[in-house]
């Protein structure tokens, strides 16, 4: 993908990389479908007389993700954006380096960016979304890691949590119409693109590279910058 924030190509970030592909892409899919069999084999719908055999690879599985997440959680050492990332409540290592191994931040050299390379950016006055026929203008595992981020934000009770409470009340008010799902998913946005545009300023810093401030639209419409220290970075 020819993206200004395509994955680092050092030794330590395609390791990374690697693992986290083959984590999510493999072995967790994998347990997922034998735990699916077991679960169905529990309920009466599935009568394989291989259980034993079922039951043994889905623990092994779980097993070599497990391996997978604490070779993972060892690499991060080598990533000093990591510990950054970690100090905000709500981001573990684990998720902290999904992120970052699929970010070459020397590239993403605006926020706007970053943003589209994560699948958050707004064209034409509109999000981006998926169209048939032609290839993602954005990565989509990257797209899914941050909103599992902003998932666990809110479970955590981040201090980004307060982005989301105060954009879902905004929309609640001048968007009656929209559906519960709608304004969860705008509040969400909101949330993590504001938390996109603070990991490229910090990260930015650490590697010393130019830097703007962004100025973001609060929901009454009058800029402001939201600072990442508020957020404990």
Not at 53 to 66: K, L, N, Q, S, V
Request: net charge neutral.
């Amino acid at each position: 993908m020819d993206n200004p924030a395509v994955a680092s190509k050092s030794e330590a970030a395609i390791l990374a990389r690697a693992l986290v592909d083959l984590r999510d892409r493999q072995i967790q899919k994998a347990r997922i479908q034998f735990g699916n069999r077991l679960a169905a084999i529990e309920n009466g719908t599935d009568e394989s007389p291989y259980r034993a055999y079922i039951e043994r690879w889905f623990d092994r599985f779980g097993e070599i993700e497990a391996d997978l997440d604490q070779s993972i959680s060892d690499l991060a050492e080598d990533f000093p954006i990591i510990e950054r990332m970690t100090r905000i409540k709500g981001v573990g290592k684990t998720l902290a380096m999904k992120a970052a191994v699929m970010i070459d931040i020397r590239r993403a050299d605006t926020i706007s960016s970053l943003w589209r390379y994560a699948g958050y950016a707004v064209i034409d006055g509109q999000r981006e979304k998926p169209t048939k026929g032609e290839k993602l203008h954005y990565n989509s595992r990257l797209k899914t890691t941050c909103y599992l981020i902003g998932s666990s934000f809110l479970k955590s009770g981040s201090p980004y949590r307060a982005i989301y409470d105060k954009a879902k009340e905004h929309y609640q008010s001048v968007h009656p119409e929209w559906t519960k799902l709608h304004i969860h998913n705008a509040s969400m946005r909101k949330m993590i693109k504001i938390w996109l545009a603070h990991l490229w300023i910090v990260w930015r810093e650490m590697e010393g590279l130019p830097v703007t401030q962004p100025w973001i639209a609060d929901e009454s419409q009058h800029h402001r910058i939201y600072e990442p220290e508020e957020f404990g970075w």
